[in-house]
């Protein structure tokens, strides 16, 4: 028995914050996910190579290099077994255009159930990049982060067509937490 769940949100829009709330709301229940982030995965090996010095360099490594990196990740990632749900991007934006997060090889051997967006208007995910000083957030406009989120759910209907997995989006606006983290629950649960 298991499931395998795949949460994405482009950066800033509070995807790993409400993910810790939705994984409490569980543990009350006596739900328990393991909670994998691909970032970090890729990011183990990227930082024993000496390729970056933090996980925000990564998406501006060559093409090449950024797709070992996220093969190894998959690997790793398909031995775990049981409730899983894996912290990841749909695309990353790089300096030559969107990288898909789950290419073919990667979703062979991920196999989600589930693919979720987590989404909010784009002015807002820009005033959350300005205010996180944690992290190094790209530069962007309000219409790129909105052209970004469009092509997530683009690519998310692509995999669902390769896996047949399900594609559903959780909105985490303002003051609204949450209620994103009861949504995420329910589709968890
Ligand atoms: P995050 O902490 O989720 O923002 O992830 C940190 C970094 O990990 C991202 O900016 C990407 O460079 C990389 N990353 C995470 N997931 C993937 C993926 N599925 N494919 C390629 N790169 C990824
Ligand atoms: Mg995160």
């Given at each position: 028995m298991g499931k395998r769940v795949v949460v994405t949100g482009v950066p800033g829009v509070g995807k790993t914050t409400v993910i810790e709330k939705a994984l409490a709301l569980l543990g009350r229940e006596g739900i328990t996910y393991q909670p994998i982030n691909f970032g970090t995965f890729m990011y183990e090996v990227a930082s024993e190579e000496g390729?970056?010095?933090?996980?925000?360099e990564m998406r501006r490594l060559d093409g090449q290099t950024q797709k070992r990196l996220q093969k190894t990740a998959a690997q790793k990632i398909a031995g775990i077994e049981g409730y899983v749900l894996i912290d990841t991007h749909t695309s990353v934006k790089t300096p030559t255009g969107y990288l898909a997060g789950l290419p073919e090889w990667v979703l062979r051997d991920l196999m989600p159930d589930t693919i979720v967006l987590v989404e909010t208007d784009e002015d807002q995910i820009l005033l959350r990049r300005l205010g996180d000083e944690t992290r190094v957030r790209d530069r962007e406009g309000a219409k790129g982060i909105a052209e970004h989120q469009q092509f997530n759910r683009a690519l998310a209907a692509s995999y669902a067509m390769m896996t047949g997995c399900t594609v559903t989006v959780v909105r985490n606006p303002d003051f609204l937490l949450d209620n994103a983290a009861t949504d995420l629950a329910d589709v968890l649960r």
């Open positions: 390729l970056v010095r933090d996980r925000d």
